[in-house]
């Protein structure tokens, strides 16, 4: 549970005791402390935590793994996932109830023009007719006590609702709200539709703690145990506004007809913590960007056999803009690597391909060997008019430029390029 993490990390933990609202103040400390954790003791009455995973460095050590072992970490599990344990009981079955309020939850309205309280760290967890479950985030605009919007775009639980939408069919689904990183990765993968993102963060699991994940059934629906909050809900052929909202970008999105979610039943765990994850922060652009990292790498391999590393940069928000680390083996497979890049994550608008002595995580030795080794009427790759990004406000009907730089020594005159080492 989110306590016995908290305790993890109290060398950085951030402590406010004085009541704070949850209309823009928890915002306001979220900011002021960009990447560390902070425990809001009292939100009208609540515990409140956000920026737990605001670093790749301790999502890492919470793995017991280094921040350049991530990529390969999760690469493994998207690729041999395992089977989840199935128990009798967990702590959030606690605490069952139906009289409850939404609006008196400690869900946060985080921006000024945001169009309601917004739960954005919820995952919801589903069930089709032949017993796949899929995992997935998913934001919600709090319309009243029992009710809120969700936005699904065209992916596997809204394949899931639209089956059943078009039959004039609720949607059973099971929300869940505080849970450990590996649950959170997991739940921010893109996979085959057969492909459990529970599977997933049962592999990283084993692999971090030795254990699978720990699931018990609730109403026909595997909930992980390790969970703070879990509602019962349905999703509703029902469409109505959903927005504003300021995603990843900082920027606002536009309001849209989406989905009407209707919330029954909340259980939790004895005195629990929300997790309020600031939209456009830098824990926003870690459970966003990770699981995006291993995509890029496994296409960059394709066509380049040694890829070092891959890194989302926090400046692009880790959806926008790429680094990648590469062992050239023929000139010309830096540009190969960039158009690679660009396939592997299609909302990617800009990626640098260096050699494997530049420190990827390291901003000033990245734009070192651009100084040092890029030229831009040899080295730069353009692509107009691709499909990008939606969250990208400057594309213009969901097209946009993506351009790359091969910031790659040539390969004939390798040692003029050489830093000078003592």
Known sequence: MLEGILKLFEDELVVVKEPVSKELEITRYLLKYRDRPVLFEDVEGWRVVGNLWSTRERIARYLGIKKEEMLHFMADAMENPSP???????????????????RELPVPKYYPRDGGQYFTSAMVIARDERGFVNVSFHRMMVRDDKTAAIRLVPRHLYSMWKDRADHGEELDVRIVVGNPVHLLLAGATSTAYDIS????????????????????????????????????????????????????????????????????????????????????????????????????????????????????????????????????????????????????????????????????????????????????????????????????????????????????????????FERAKV
């Open 84 to 102: 989840c344990r199935t128990v009798e009981r967990a702590p959030f079955m606690e605490n069952s109830t139906t009289d409850f309020s939404l």
């Open 197 to 416: 993102e529970l599977e997933i963060a049962s592999r990283m699991s084993e692999k971090a703690f030795g254990k699978p994940v720990d699931v018990v059934n609730v109403g026909g629906i595997p909930v992980p145990v390790e969970t703070e909050f879990v509602f019962e809900a349905k999703i509703t052929p029902e469409l109505v506004d959903e927005g504003p909202f300021v995603d990843i970008t900082g920027t606002y999105d536009d309001v849209r007809k989406q989905p009407l979610v209707v919330f029954e039943r909340m259980y939790h765990v004895d005195e629990p913590i929300f997790h309020a994850l600031l939209s456009g922060g830098y824990e926003h652009y870690m459970l966003m960007g990770l699981p995006k990292e291993p995509q890029i790498y496994a296409s960059v391999k394709r066509v380049v056999p040694k890829v070092h590393g891959v890194r989302l940069t926090e400046g692009g928000a880790m959806w926008f803009h790429a680094v990648v680390s590469i062992t050239k083996q023929h000139d010309g497979d830096g540009k190969n690597a960039i158009l690679a890049a660009f396939t592997g994550h299609p909302s990617l608008k800009h990626v640098v391909v260096v050699d494997e002595d530049i420190n990827i995580y390291d901003d000033r030795e990245v734009e070192w060997a651009i100084a040092t080794r890029f030229q831009p009427d040899k080295d730069l790759v353009v692509v107009s008019n691709a499909r990008g990004s939606t969250l990208d406000p400057s594309a213009e009907d969901g097209l946009t430029a993506k351009w790359g730089i091969d910031a790659t020594k040539p390969l004939k005159r390798k040692e003029e």
